[in-house]
């Protein structure tokens, strides 16, 4: 059994809270650079170029790339043979998400949902905690936007609907969302599972790295072509019109109850960040 004391992990959190959103991932760059390229829309290359710029600005001087800092979502995958001693793990973990706001100058986003009162902090966080084999701690930190999370959807398709009404659903809901999620969008799709086990795929699924092919070929392929349908929409950069609506669109998938046909959109704006840390 391996002892990890929780502070280490409060200072983990911090550090990425900072880290993903002033830190912009390189795969996000070259996904602007393959977005320019096929852009036909000179306006449309304009807001690319600008959303580059101002992402190699907020990583050259640290500062957040979008006045939204985002919820602080955190994934943790807890190795079994971990002990954690000197605190509890939730605890430590919202510790790290206030440090990481206050120091790191973020705009704090949370608030009570009737009185709308901030809570001061940026917390509490949403914690998504797996336990996996192994003497080690995977800390990943993504915070999420407020504009893009509102354009997401469960959806409960019945069996018959098929891929057919997966297609129709996302890129529907991408449509109706227009420029409300801040385009060029990566658009999470959570196929199976349970009502909210979908939508914690969808989440789960804009952690891939961009440009990178999904490991079950079937699902590679409905994923371009989903993202052919979208980037026909005609929403563009920004909402201003041309190709680029969606960078990528990513899909995990599940088992599902033989009644059911689960599906979640978790809408993802251009401002893709997350960042992880192993202990
Ligand atoms: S949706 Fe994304 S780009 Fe738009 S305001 Fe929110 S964080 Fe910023």
């Known amino acids: 059994m391996r002892e990890i004391d929780v502070k280490r992990i409060t200072e983990k959190v911090r550090d990425l809270c900072i880290e993903a ?5 390189e795969d996000v760059f070259e996904a602007f650079d393959r977005a320019m390229a096929g852009e036909e829309s000179p306006l449309g290359i304009e807001i690319l170029k600008e959303l580059k710029e101002n992402a190699r600005i907020a990583k050259d001087e640290k500062v957040p790339i979008c006045q939204d800092t985002g919820f602080a979502v955190i994934f943790i995958e807890l190795g079994q043979e971990v002990h954690l001693v000197g605190g509890d793990l939730t ?3 919202f510790e790290g998400v206030r440090r990481g706001y206050r120091d790191g100058y973020l705009r704090k986003s949370i608030c009570h949902p009737f009185t ?9 966080a949403v914690i998504h905690t797996e336990i996996v084999p192994g003497e080690k701690v995977k800390v990943v930190v993504a915070p999420k936007g407020g504009g893009s999370e509102n354009m997401s959807r469960v959806t409960m398709l019945t069996p018959s609907e098929g891929i057919e009404g997966i297609k129709r659903f996302v890129v529907q809901r991408v449509k109706e969302s227009g420029s409300n999620p801040c385009p060029p969008t990566i658009v999470g ?4 599972g349970n009502f909210e086990q ?5 989440k789960k ?3 891939r790295s961009l440009g990178s092919k999904n490991p079950d070929p079937e699902l590679d392929q409905l994923e371009s072509e989903i993202l052919t349908e979208i980037n026909r929409l005609g929403i563009g950069p920004q909402g201003l019109g041309g190709r ?3 960078l990528a669109v990513h899909i995990l998938m599940m088992p599902c109850h033989i009644a059911s046909f689960p599906l979640a959109v978790n809408i993802q704006c251009h401002v893709q960040r997350h960042k992880e840390a192993i202990i």
């Open 244 to 246: 680029t609506t969606s």
């Open 116 to 124: 709308r009162a901030n809570t001061g902090d940026n917390t509490p």
């Open 189 to 192: 799709v959570g196929v199976g």
């Open 198 to 202: 979908s939508a914690l795929l969808a």
């Open 21 to 25: 959103n002033t830190d912009l991932g």
């Open 205 to 207: 699924s804009l952690l």
């Open 91 to 93: 605890g430590a973990i």
